[in-house]
């Protein structure tokens, strides 16, 4: 498990960095609470994490918020994950405007609920002209949904005559992905200490950093954004070639 460093080296930073938010249920559970009182907590721990992310100069904050597995829990915990996306949007949006974030919702929308939706889109709306920090949600979102959906967009610029088959590369596919706007995450961070990425950007998660914190989501704080941070700065990068 990664340490928690005691400051942020004075080296360059991540740009981009991604987050499976973990343990939101387990932190109730100890404290003999229900599932949803964890969740909530999670979101706090979301408006600290975006905080934070801004303060320290991140370019990108990607979060995992609700997979397409999520679906398959209990009806109420669904429904109250739900509600707290909801009352996040509304609650921050405003802040997020004045505080220059942009905001973008990656997954599939093709079944959403309309009030879901709408709520995504006055979200994306309203933050389209922000720069100063990326936060991008990943809702109903898989990574291997992801790669299928940006398989059949792929199939269909082909057969619409926008796409050469014999010119798909890599760097052509990523055209085709929910993230084609954003930069590949340069550290993805799981707390928790599960170690498993769980679905989560497959394709743009190659060449990131994996750090696994001991921490439930809920008590995650500026102090382990650091430590990520700084573990980042330590690693050698060598992209498949020699350092």
């Known amino acids: 498990m990664t340490a928690l460093a005691p400051k942020l080296p004075d080296t360059p930073i991540a740009r981009h960095i991604a987050i499976i938010m973990d343990g939101n249920g387990r932190w109730a559970t100890r404290r003999n609470r229900p599932r949803v009182f964890g969740h909530r907590a999670g979101v706090e721990a979301l408006r600290r994490a975006v905080e934070a992310a801004g303060d320290l100069g991140l370019g990108y904050l990607t979060v995992f918020g609700f ?106 596919f990523t055209d085709f992905l929910d993230t084609r706007e954003l930069p590949d995450p340069d550290v993805i961070i799981r707390t928790s200490g599960e170690q498993r990425i769980s679905n989560f950007l497959l394709w743009q998660a190659a060449y990131a950093e994996l750090v696994f914190l001991d921490v439930l989501w809920p008590d995650f704080e500026r102090e382990h954004l650091e430590a990520a941070m700084g573990e980042f700065a330590k690693r050698a990068r060598r992209f498949g070639g020699l350092g």
């Open 67 to 172: 997979s397409t597995e999520n679906w398959r829990r209990p009806r109420d915990e669904v429904e109250a994950l739900l509600g707290l996306m909801k009352e996040y949007v509304q609650r921050d949006l405003d802040r997020l405007v004045e505080e220059g974030v942009r905001v973008r919702v990656i997954g599939d929308r093709s079944d959403l609920r309309p009030d879901i939706l709408t709520l995504i889109l006055r979200a994306e709306t309203a933050t389209a002209h922000n720069s100063r920090l990326n936060l991008t949600l990943a809702f109903n979102y898989g990574g291997q949904s992801e790669l299928v959906r940006a398989a059949k967009r792929a199939c269909e610029a082909v057969a619409a005559g926008r796409l050469d088959p014999h010119a798909l590369t890599a760097e052509r």
